[in-house]
């Protein structure tokens, strides 16, 4: 068993059920309870087994083909250097080897002849000299071009990964099967899959030079020598039964699965959490609990003795041996015959003794490294399907359906009409969030005409926010139709319609960039207009808090890049302008991630992310959409962004949702009242007061003091 995942086998009914004891067995390991998918299974058709890989790899195949056109696009000559430094380097052991047969005819001729050629010695030694050298400037010249040839790798696929992960839309992103194919293309490390890819194949060839020049040497040095193919024979089956019979007594295959059952265990684990944790760090301390946790901590060590142990560990200690195995006994016998057979030879021509040392070295050299490489065939062909298969998944990556899928209608169909605000409507629309059974919209319908301010109040929870992620097609709707200018919203192409709106989330985000993209990000047109990102922030009002910042609108308020630093004097309380942590069980520590400023701080920097994209000349925007604007704002600041929204508004159309109530209602055309995921109240706002048994005419007159 490997700790990189095996492809999984997926047919009709295949299944894997750790409860069924027929067809998976149980094993203890520590405090680990492993389930293996049992060998039966799998040798009742193991022939079929290898086909369906077999067809697997073959179906893969051109996205090996695509990846070696790929590369080679954006680094033929590194490609080419490194196989052809790659297959030169396989070449060398077999060189040897012809120069250490030469060495044997010299040793024979000095046996039979007593006499020795010197020159031709010289030169034989000179050869095996080079071959060290050579073999030693290839590995450093290979290593030279991979590193080099991986990173053009790693930087020309790292933009095909980007934009399969920027194109997934919500629903998508959240799915959990698309999760996992994304998360598996990103690099660990420094590999990339189709550097892997390549470096496997350009290796298995080159292994397979390898075995194949080396026994053709081999078998052309010893044919002459007396007993030489003999020993050779030997010396082989020697070392292929120690290698078959390799095994252990966890070595399993298929489907497995691990976890552990034991409270001890576990609550030992969350101790340890709990201490190593910042976020408990307070309550930790004011609740004076440290003696009783360590108490507590050692308690279940004491218990857990040796069992306690995480499973990789565990796994790796209970490696063992039959010494009993049939093949590991027949290897024993057999590692001795060499030896003999040169004894037996020393008694009847001792004459021979040199010759047959030193054929005896070789050969067992050549066995051992003849060994060597079927054991790298072997590792190099095993996961051959895996990388394959992972080949495809990335290229495949950039083709994942969109949930949303995209429309075909241009919109709008002329400039102007979207400079006059667009038109809302909605048909009895309802909706469910992807995995939940309850209705976030339950058949709504209303209508907001171009040009007019909708405010949607409610409670949290009403279905507010839902409203204006349909509008923005974040989603679609369960039931009903969403009509944009009186246009199915479906039948509109996506990038139309999100470029004719704007839009503020209540879970407004900030990116992990300096304060400067994190405003000009609302509208990238204008991404380097530094006027407009200045302007955007005063609209926002988020000039002065900006101004106090360490650097001003190139400050990070979400530094990407964390620094790396060993144990330096506890005196040292910040680096690089930034605290120190003196943990001893960080490696490295996360670059604060605020300045200090308050959550309302924060929503203006996103508010004026908003007025960058809003206020934009260049291209029609006649949409705004403001979910929450105002939450975390104090009155003031509240009171000053409604006078800005509402100067910047224009003939824009324009829907807010919100829990409170102000200013903003009151000069709105059209007020939607929300309850539980329906619209229970529409009109105006002298219309709702004046309505009999009007929830918002009541919630009016309890919030309206603290508005006015």
């Known amino acids: 068993m490997?700790?990189?995942r095996r492809r999984s086998r997926k047919g009709k009914g295949d299944s894997?059920?750790?409860?069924?004891?027929?067809?998976?067995?149980?094993?203890?390991?520590?405090?680990?309870?492993?389930?293996?998918?049992?060998d039966s299974k799998l040798s009742l058709f193991p022939t079929l087994l290898k086909i369906e890989e077999y067809v697997g790899m073959w179906n893969d195949l051109p996205y090996l083909l695509r990846t070696i056109r790929d590369v080679g696009t954006v680094a033929w000559p590194l490609l080419l250097l490194y196989v052809a430094i790659t297959t030169t380097s396989s070449l060398v052991p077999a060189l040897n080897l012809w120069f250490y047969g030469h060495l044997l005819d010299i040793v024979q001729s000095a046996v039979d002849n007593r006499t020795v050629d010197a020159h031709f010695l010289i030169q034989i030694a000179g050869g095996r000299v080079l071959c060290a050298v050579a073999d030693?400037?290839?590995?450093?010249?290979?290593?030279?071009?991979?590193?080099?040839?991986?990173?053009?790798i790693k930087r020309f696929y790292s933009a095909h990964i980007f934009h399969a992960m920027a194109r997934l839309d919500v629903p998508t992103w959240d799915d959990p099967v698309v999760s996992a194919q994304i998360d598996a293309l990103v690099p660990r490390g420094e590999n990339t899959v189709p550097w892997v890819a390549i470096m496997n194949l350009v290796n298995t060839g080159s292994t397979l030079l390898r075995m194949f020049s080396q026994t053709a040497v081999l078998f052309g040095v010893l044919r002459e020598q007396n007993d030489g193919l003999l020993f050779c024979l030997l010396s082989f089956a020697s070392d292929a039964m120690s290698f078959f019979s390799f095994s252990n007594g966890m070595?399993?295959?298929?489907?497995?699965?691990?976890?552990?059952?034991?409270?001890?265990?576990?609550?030992?684990?969350?101790?340890?959490?709990?201490?190593?944790?910042?976020?408990?760090?307070?309550?930790?301390?004011?609740?004076?609990?440290?003696?009783?946790?360590?108490?507590?901590?050692r308690g279940l060590v004491d218990r857990l003795g040796d069992r306690a142990s995480d499973f990789w560990s565990i796994y790796t200690n209970s490696f063992t041996y039959d010494a009993l195995q049939p093949m590991r006994l027949l290897r024993l016998p057999l590692g001795e015959l060499p030896q003999i057979l040169f004894t037996l030879r020393a008694v009847q021509q001792p004459m021979s003794i040199p010759v047959?040392?030193?054929?005896?070295?070789?050969?067992?050299?050549?066995?051992?490294?003849?060994?060597?490489?079927?054991?790298?065939?072997?590792?190099?062909?095993?996961n051959m399907s895996e990388r394959l298969s992972a080949l495809r998944q990335l290229y495949e990556a950039g083709n994942i359906a969109n949930n949303v899928a995209d429309g075909t209608t241009p919109f709008p169909e002329n400039e102007q009409s979207i400079r006059d605000g667009i038109a809302i409507e909605f048909r009895n629309v309802s909706f469910r969030y992807p995995g939940s059974e309850d209705y976030a919209l339950r058949d709504i319908s209303f209508r907001v005409h171009p040009g007019q301010l909708c405010v949607i109040i409610g409670s949290n929870g009403s279905g507010k926010s839902t409203i204006l992620k349909l509008v923005a097609r974040i989603y679609d709707p369960t039931e009903g139709t969403i009509l944009i200018d009186g246009h199915d919203i479906k039948t509109l192409r996506l990038a139309d319609v999100r470029r004719a709106l704007a839009i503020l989330f209540q879970d407004y985000t900030h990116f992990p960039l300096s304060v400067r993209e994190n405003i000009a990000l609302g509208d990238p047109s204008r991404a380097h207009d530094d006027a407009a990102v200045e302007e955007a922030a005063r609209l926002g009002g988020a000039s002065e808090l900006i101004a106090r910042l360490p650097d001003g609108f190139d400050t990070y308020l979400e530094r990407p890049v964390r620094d790396i630093y060993s144990g330096i004097p506890d005196g040292t309380t910040t680096l690089f302008g930034r605290k120190v942590d003196h943990g001893r069980l960080r490696g490295f520590i996360d670059t604060p991630t605020d300045h200090g400023l308050s959550g309302g701080q924060m929503q203006r920097?996103?508010?004026?992310?908003?007025?960058?994209?809003?206020?934009?000349?260049?291209?029609?925007?006649?949409?705004?959409?403001?979910?929450?604007?105002?939450?975390?704002?104090?009155?003031?600041?509240?009171?000053?962004?409604?006078?800005?929204?509402?100067?910047?508004?224009?003939?824009?159309?324009?829907i807010f949702s919100t829990h409170r109530f102000g200013n903003l209602t009151r000069h709105a055309d059209l007020i939607l009242y929300m309850n539980d995921s329906l619209i229970v109240e529409a009109g105006t706002h002298e219309e709702l007061l004046k309505r009999k048994g009007s929830d918002y005419a009541w919630l009016w007159r309890m919030q309206a003091q603290a508005f006015l």
């Open 2 to 4: 490997k700790k990189n």
């Open 356 to 382: 047959s040392l030193a054929s005896l070295h070789l050969v067992q050299r050549a066995s051992g490294s003849f060994m060597g490489s079927v054991r790298t065939l072997l590792e190099q062909t095993g």
């Open 251 to 297: 070595n399993v295959r298929g489907a497995w699965a691990a976890t552990t059952h034991d409270e001890d265990f576990i609550r030992m684990e969350g101790l340890k959490r709990l201490i190593s944790r910042s976020t408990h760090r307070k309550e930790l301390v004011a609740g004076g609990l440290t003696e009783y946790l360590t108490a507590e901590y």
């Open 605 to 654: 920097l996103a508010v004026a992310r908003t007025f960058m994209r809003s206020s934009s000349t260049e291209r029609g925007v006649g949409l705004l959409l403001f979910d929450e604007p105002s939450a975390s704002l104090d009155p003031t600041a509240e009171h000053d962004l409604f006078s800005r929204l509402r100067e910047l508004r224009g003939s824009k159309t324009m």
């Open 16 to 38: 894997f059920d750790p409860q069924n004891e027929t067809l998976v067995e149980h094993r203890q390991l520590g405090v680990w309870d492993l389930y293996i998918e049992r």
């Open 136 to 152: 030693h400037l290839l590995h450093y010249a290979g290593k030279r071009v991979s590193t080099a040839l991986n990173g053009c």
